[in-house]
């Protein structure tokens, strides 16, 4: 199983070549902030744009803080309108500064991967422990075909983007609801895991996004009931077997992570595997995990 888990490359597959920086510029005090990237294949639409500077290396909005959002917006709906904005989701997302409570702008969900902008996410694996609290069983979910990402891949048993002003936790408390069914008071039981970095290109640009995860112990008589229509079915699999499934590459890059911190967290790997890839993973995490 050591050789396999290909979410570990995939996780940072990114040709910055193929991309300048986006930055927000304020025109009167000058201030200018990186927030991430754009595609150079897209410098010739944004240049329409009054709003937008380009330049030989970055392309840069001008605003003032308070006029941003609102310029920001109408440039995407006109991207939207273009077909260069896909999968419109109508979700407020922050736009982070350096520090991680530092919130510089809100964007819609759809544009922070064509912007490469960093968002983050919460994912909650779902498991079924034996008499000696060990893991026995793992939920995995499969994507509904009509998903504006991975359409039919698998998943987490809970996993979704923090919008603005929710807290990783209160998104899983959230996501738990609509997802699986999850009552509050169970998910609140949940446990912290490691906080994983993604930085990849993906199809609508680039996915720079930290998961923070969590485990969930349920009972063995819970079944999960979708209540949003983003998932088109859930299955308990023997812990083994699991495994088997996410190492083999048929989860979602992030989900993979997810569960391979889980295996690792709860040693459920052989000796060899379990030493090699807590190296690997480890590269991937973000110290902090206080969010």
Known sequence: MSARWPALDAARRHDAVRRIAFELRDPASGETRRVGSVARAHVGAL??????????DCVALIAAAAERNDRWAEINLALR????????????????????HEILAVVERAAARFYGLLTWAAHANGYVADAAGRPAQLWIAERAATKATDPGKLDNLVGGGVPIGQTPFETLLREGEEEAGL????????????????????SEGVQQERVFVHDLALPIDFEPRNRDGEVAAFRRHPIGEALEIAASGAMTVDAELVTLDFALRHRLLDARAQSEL???????CHRDTSA
């Open 278 to 284: 807590t190296h690997r993973l480890a590269a991937l």
């Open 81 to 100: 309108a273009r077909g260069l904005l896909v999968g419109w989701r109508a979700e407020a997302f922050p736009v982070r500064g350096s520090g991680d």
């Open 47 to 56: 240049a329409a744009f009054p709003a937008l500077c380009v330049e030989a």
């Open 183 to 202: 009552p509050r008071k169970l998910t609140a039981k949940a446990r912290r895991g490691a906080a994983i970095e993604l930085h990849r290109d993906v």
